[in-house]
């Protein structure tokens, strides 16, 4: 059998991604945000139902551990917010289960900052104007879409109050799968990736706000101005069809924190699911106070693959998962 070690990107692609790269350096510099690195290894991982994290067992000082691999460097970050830290950003190593494709892959490079008093308006002009700089022109129009308007528009649906029976048939119909079973979120998922996502950011970037509260995660709720449903304080911004960055008015309160990551696990155990354990650390942070602020979380791959023209992530990274 021959072995291809060969790097998975030219190597004149990888000089231009250490360009890139030193681009989002630069930027944040100018902004006084500071670059911080935190454990790729953790206590807890991401109880988010559609996230699988990864798992290891590790002998530590306390004998042998169960650690986990972080989706996203988020809870440590958030402790160094708790701890006093300021406007951070970290480039870090970020790990998903069962994600590799065009778009995807197992280990990617997540871009993740967090901005004390910076509201969620003013957190979208930024993650624009870094888009922008990293692409090197100007992206076109930054347009704000709400979540249930791009359905009643696409689809002629409004996600909030459709039955789950029609969502389901036709999330089925869209998908040609069987949704039957399928919750209300899962039907939403599906109709957002399939018939939504791939018409935005076509002529500019599309950020969508508003999304339902179910999927706030570790975001912020506030009213719908329209009926005063509840709804999430996150974005996510898109270019050309892809999501680049997904951000939060970042959710702050302990408990309600903890009732979350309980729901998540419920799910979890309802699916068949394996549990995830839960950061007890960064609850315990957000229990010693974590300032009220904004964050985002940006695929930098993702984006870098769209600066310079490639087809698949694979070709912007050293050695993507098949060939690591």
């Known amino acids: 059998?021959?072995?291809?070690?060969?790097?998975?990107?030219?190597?004149?692609?990888?000089?231009?991604?250490?360009?890139?790269?030193?681009?989002?350096?630069?930027?944040?510099?100018?902004?006084d945000v500071w670059e911080v690195e935190t454990p790729v290894l953790g206590h807890g991982g991401s109880t988010e139902v559609h996230l699988a994290a990864l798992s290891t067992e590790a002998i530590t000082p306390a004998g042998h551990e169960r650690l986990w691999l972080q989706t996203s460097p988020e809870f440590a970050m958030k402790r160094l917010l708790a701890a006093g830290s300021g406007p951070i950003f970290?480039?870090?190593?970020?790990?998903?289960?069962?994600?590799?494709?065009?778009?995807?892959?197992?280990?990617?490079?997540?871009?993740?900052?967090?901005?004390?008093?910076?509201?969620?308006?003013?957190?979208?002009?930024e993650t624009a104007a870094l888009v922008g700089r990293v692409l090197g022109r100007d992206p076109?129009?930054?347009?704000?879409?709400?979540?249930?308007?791009?359905?009643?528009e696409v689809l002629g649906i409004d996600p909030f109050t459709t039955p789950l029976p029609t969502l389901r048939r036709l999330a089925g119909e869209t998908g040609g799968l069987e949704m039957g079973d399928s919750d209300r979120?899962?039907?939403?998922?599906?109709?957002?990736?399939?018939?939504?996502e791939p018409g935005l950011g076509r002529d500019g970037l599309d950020v969508v706000i508003d999304y339902p509260a179910s999927q706030a995660a570790l975001a912020r709720h506030h009213r719908d101005p329209e009926d005063g449903e509840w709804v999430a304080s996150r974005f996510e911004l898109y270019r050309a069809g892809l999501e680049l960055a997904n951000g939060y008015d970042e959710l702050t309160d302990a408990a309600e924190q903890a009732a979350r990551f309980a729901q998540d696990n419920a799910t979890r155990c309802a699916l068949g699911l394996a549990e995830v354990e839960v950061d007890e650390r960064l609850l315990a942070a957000l229990e010693?106070?974590?300032?009220?602020?904004?964050?985002?979380?940006?695929?930098?791959?993702?984006?870098?693959?769209?600066a310079l023209g490639k087809e698949r992530v694979a070709e912007v990274m050293a050695f993507a998962t098949p060939r690591a």
């Not at 030219?10 to 991604?17: D, N, P, V, Y």
């Not at 197992?106 to 509201?119: A, K, N, V």
């Open 1 to 31: 059998m021959t072995i291809d070690w060969r790097p998975t990107a030219e190597i004149a692609t990888l000089r231009e991604r250490a360009r890139l790269v030193a681009e989002v350096r630069a930027f944040f510099a100018e902004r």
């Open 90 to 125: 970290q480039l870090a190593r970020s790990f998903r289960d069962g994600e590799v494709g065009r778009r995807h892959n197992l280990e990617f490079t997540m871009l993740e900052w967090y901005r004390p008093g910076l509201g969620l308006d003013e957190l979208i002009d």
């Open 140 to 152: 076109g129009p930054l347009r704000r879409r709400r979540y249930r308007d791009l359905f009643r």
């Open 185 to 196: 979120d899962g039907c939403l998922d599906l109709l957002m990736g399939l018939a939504i």
């Open 288 to 306: 010693a106070g974590l300032p009220a602020g904004s964050g985002v979380a940006l695929g930098l791959d993702r984006l870098i693959q769209l």
